[in-house]
T-cell receptor, first 113, second 112 residues
Framework: GENVEQHPSTLSVQEGDSAVIKCTYS??????FPWYKQELGKRPQLIID?????GEKKDQRIAVTLNKTAKHFSLHITETQPEDSAVYFC????????????FGKGTHLIIQP | DAGVIQSPRHEVTEMGQEVTLRCKPI?????LFWYRQTMMRGLELLIY????????DSGMPEDRFSAKMPNASFSTLKIQPSEPRDSAVYFC??????????FGSGTRLTVV
């Protein structure tokens, strides 16, 4: 089955700086890669996603890049703000008609004021 | 739309008791997923349904776990008998083909 590795497990950045979280996946047939933000005690919420036929996608301060050859994808947050503090999860959806997301272990992003 | 609705929000039960978690997916969504979240194992897919039919239950940890989806607007996850190691947050999620997955608020289960 699919295996998703996520790094780092904790990331502390100064407010206004950029943050980058990286993930690798094992199944080359995976075709959909969402990122979720989870605040303490809340549900995971989709913040951005990318499909395997696209290399990059941007939404305001958030961007995701995908390298299918290397089987890795990254989340980039620019001009970080205190409200960006949360746990971020990457995930991969299998191809071939299967469904269900395999998640990375999460990155605790801390924005230092 | 009210989103994915789960009940109860919190459940505390004694070891050996039966526990039933409930989920109402977003209307029109034809996929429903049950996930479990723990500190040690993260978010794990337990089972998913398509058009009310269980498709993949390979993530269900043991025979003590069972899930049903009697109609398009309701699903249950049952644990019988419950054990302390079942303590976790259980999330239900739904989606429609072509769109992303929406999670419910979760049920925090504590088995003492």
């Amino acid at each position: 089955g699919e295996n998703v590795e996520q790094h780092p497990s904790t990331l502390s950045v100064q407010e206004g700086d950029s943050a980058v979280i990286k993930c690798t996946y094992s199944d080359s047939a995976s075709n959909y890669f969402p990122w979720y933000k989870q605040e303490l005690g809340k549900r995971p919420q989709l913040i951005i996603d990318i499909r395997s036929n696209v290399g990059e996608k941007k939404d305001q301060r958030i961007a995701v890049t995908l390298n299918k050859t290397a089987k890795h994808f990254s989340l980039h947050i620019t001009e970080t703000q205190p409200e960006d503090s949360a746990v971020y999860f990457c995930a991969a959806k299998p191809g071939g008609g299967a469904d269900g997301l395999t998640f990375g272990k999460g990155t605790h992003l801390i924005i230092q004021p | 739309d009210a989103g994915v609705i789960q009940s109860p929000r919190h459940e505390v039960t004694e070891m050996g008791q039966e526990v039933t978690l409930r989920c109402k997916p977003i209307s029109g969504h034809d996929y429903l997923f049950w996930y479990r979240q723990t500190m040690m194992r993260g978010l794990e897919l337990l089972i998913y349904f398509n058009n009310n039919v269980p498709i993949d239950d390979s993530g269900m940890p043991e025979d003590r776990f069972s899930a049903k989806m009697p109609n398009a607007s309701f699903s249950t996850l049952k644990i019988q008998p419950s054990e302390p190691r079942d303590s976790a947050v259980y999330f239900c999620a739904s989606r429609i083909r072509g769109l992303g997955y929406t999670f419910g608020s979760g049920t925090r289960l504590t088995v003492v």
